[in-house]
């Protein structure tokens, strides 16, 4: 019998933002522990939540009783450990937010902050008897926070959000000004067609979707018929992405301990779809190149899972893929979705102007919509070079801009 152990350590300290205050502050230190073992082509699995006196090992050979097939050995000999740098301190950090949120109640009065500010630390190891030790450590700051104007009726009518390794206050005031500064501009609907302006989830959820390794194996993906071919644009490439400056909270290895020593796989290439990702079990399934894509549950076994997506940058800025055009930056978006065919549609609630430089001004409401082919396929311009949307790479498309009456 091996023995395995997959566990998160996970260290919160959340700071409550209401009426553009710091109103609390909660400390949290979870660990969930999966405790694993395997014997004659079986997986128990025993997961708990901080310490216990029970035996856990017991508990998880007791559950080799569920028959659940697991026909793979541990990963063996492996000793590696990475510390991802950041210089965050969740408890110095408190009065530069107490003076950044007193700098914006001056700057604009007129705005009501509201939500969270977080600074969250993980540890995840993998460890087995079969002498490997698999160690990553991060440790973030994710901004999340709620504009409501004092004149608006509505819950919430634009929002700041960014993700980062250090805390910068001029970095925060920036953003802030920028987006409430164009808020309260608003502005009409140019007569010439307007790009979009994206942060690249909100289009590229159905690649994700359809490139699940499961799917494609059972042929059921959107995109079997394709593999292969060259469907996309030539300046698109979609892949499974482990570079820290670009990934946050994304150990080296996945749930089963694979690691990509490249550290990135390839899913489209150039326009042409090569591979989907895949864990062990699908791998050797469906025959299909193992690409690390394994996640977990801390009381549930291995199963497809993977959330490292990225795109090839343009060597170019945002300003420089609309090439002199006007673009709308999809602020909010929700209420639309893809449909099983590949055609997208949402209400976008908050859309700004910009010129690739700046943000020019608040729009109307409108319909967004496309298709799946099209968006990255003749549609697309680019993914920037430039960190446009607050501290990010933006992705820029053509798409259908229906304007609301």
């Known amino acids: 019998m091996i023995r395995e152990t997959y566990e998160v350590a996970t260290q919160e300290t959340s700071f409550s933002v209401v009426q553009s205050r710091i109103d609390s502050i909660r400390q949290k230190n979870i660990t969930r522990t999966g405790y694993r073992v395997y014997q004659d082509g079986l997986i128990g699995v025993h997961g708990q939540l901080g310490q216990s006196t029970d035996d856990p090992w017991q508990k998880a050979a007791e559950n080799l009783s569920g028959q659940v097939a697991y026909p793979f050995e541990p990963v063996r000999g492996i000793n590696q450990e990475k510390t991802v740098a950041s210089d965050l301190d969740g408890q110095a950090i408190l009065p530069e937010l107490e003076a950044v949120l007193a700098e914006a109640r001056k ?147 996945d749930a089963e301990g694979t690691i990509i020593p490249e550290g990135r796989v390839d899913l489209v290439r150039a326009g042409v779809i090569e591979k989907a990702y895949t864990d062990r079990r699908t791998a050797d399934k469906f025959q299909m190149p193992l690409t690390g894509s394994a996640a977990c549950p801390y009381d549930g076994v291995p199963t497809l899972g993977a959330r490292n997506f990225n795109m090839a940058r343009s060597p170019k800025t945002v300003r420089e893929l609309l090439g002199g055009r006007l673009g709308v930056v999809i602020v909010m978006a929700s209420g639309g979705d893809y449909t099983e065919d590949g055609n997208f549609a949402t209400p976008v609630q908050l859309g700004l102007l910009t010129d690739g430089t700046r943000l020019l001004g608040r729009l109307p409401e409108f319909d967004l919509s496309g298709r799946l082919y099209d968006i990255f396929g003749k549609d697309y311009i680019g993914y920037s070079q430039d960190r446009f949307l607050a501290g990010e790479h933006a992705l820029v498309v053509k798409m259908k801009i229906g304007r609301k009456s």
Do not use: C
């Open 107 to 253: 700057r604009h009065p007129e705005f009501i902050i509201s939500n969270k500010i977080n600074i969250t630390e993980t540890t995840t190891t993998l460890q087995n008897d079969q002498q490997t030790k698999l160690v990553h450590r991060d440790k973030t700051l994710m901004v999340g926070l709620i504009l409501k104007h004092k004149d608006s009726v509505s819950i919430m009518d634009t929002f700041l959000g960014y993700r980062a390794r250090h805390w910068d206050a001029g970095f925060f005031l920036d953003e802030f000004e920028k987006m409430t500064a164009a808020y309260n501009t608003q502005v009409p609907f140019p007569e010439d067609e307007l790009l979009v302006v994206t942060e690249p989830d909100l289009l590229a959820s159905k690649l994700v979707t359809e490139l699940n390794g499961e799917k494609v194996g059972y042929k059921s993906s959107l995109l079997n018929k394709d593999f292969g071919k060259k469907v996309f644009h030539d300046d698109f490439t979609f892949y499974l992405d482990w570079d820290e400056k670009e990934q946050y909270h994304v150990p080296f290895f």
